[in-house]
């Protein structure tokens, strides 16, 4: 397998090593937003904190969170931590209610996203011989720009189509002979759907990997992609308040997205309480970025549910990985105090099942108790339908899930397609209790 790695020093740093850089960066940026952006210097100073006081990488947790609430109250150019006249883009992204969030990027800022870039490109085994097609949108959003300049930075050919005009994409990917697609994982399986129309057979294309990112999907999803397209698809995390793409990517070996820890500080932490959990432990991902010099964030609240993984990766690098994204924070629910989020119940399921059921969490009250109950759809394949084994079969999965998320559910199956549909997407949890 390939284990081309651009930036060997950085992405096979011994981690005490990567430690101290981490801390002399973090220090650094402390030191910038208290002097530079008012609303860092206003929370600090409610807590009594010097930037000084910051001696060790632990002392981050002191600090306040930074939520896209506080980003939108500061359009347009409040957390900016240089003057305007060193800033040499702007992006802007509509991730919150209200005011959009503004991102500047200083000349240094943007070398450092190439190349941050150019690290995910590497290891999905991009190289300068490669023809690379980036169907992301090329505007006011980041996703498309930042693997752009990766792409050039590492001496690749890049066809900017930006999305749409699927026709076109597939006679471009034919004729100029694309070996890698950059797209969201929802528009691929749409290109899919066009080359069977066309009567084009990917198997006669040259795409050999598709990098995949800017929406939520599902290993059923990546399988799909890679039958459809006939390539290997791999999953990309771009963080725009953070960067963009080149946040984090996966490896040959699939068991997570390598982040670049010496210009990302990534905690996880309980999105009830916000406080930090162990590796390896699913919650929420909160950001502080150690190297940005024009929007630095501290503590930033990504609302994404993952976990870390610090084991070592057999690609050789010693970057922590980022399981794959598996949902929002905001969908936490409190079940007899205990904090369930529903994606864990599919990971459950799945890893139970082979692949992910149709399933819905409802959640009432009998007298003064909370129940959960999960309904499951049954599906030919996915579960028996013999009553004797069926009833063992509820008994060894609620016994599973209750190990899975602490609360005892009970376990229903229903027939297909009974689960409530509204709209587009059944409500993956139903509480009966508001
Ligand atoms: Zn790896």
Redesign the pocket.
Known sequence: MSVAIYDREAEQMDRDRLAQLQLERLQATLHRVYKNVKFYKRKFDALGFLPEDCQSLEDLRRLPFTTRHDLAQAYPYEMFAVPLREVVRIHSSTGSPGNPIVMGYTARDLRNWAKLAARVLT?AGVDRDDVVQVTLSYGLLTSAFGLHYGVELLGASVIPTGPGGTARQVQIMRDYRTTVLISTPGYALVIAQQMEEMGVDPKNLFLKVGLFAGEPWTEAQRAEIESRLYLTALDNYALSEAMGPGVAGE?P?R?GM?LNEDHFLAEIVDPATGEVLPPGELGELVLTTITREATPLVRFRTGDLTCLDLSP???G?TLA?LSRISGRADNVVVVKGINIFPERVGQILSAFAGEEPVYQLVIGREGPLDFLEIRVEVREGLFFDKMTSQRQLLQTLAHKLAQGIGVSPRVKLVEPGSILRQGETSPLVLDLRK
């Open positions: 290891a490896c070996y068991q390598h990766c057999p690609c690098r990985r």
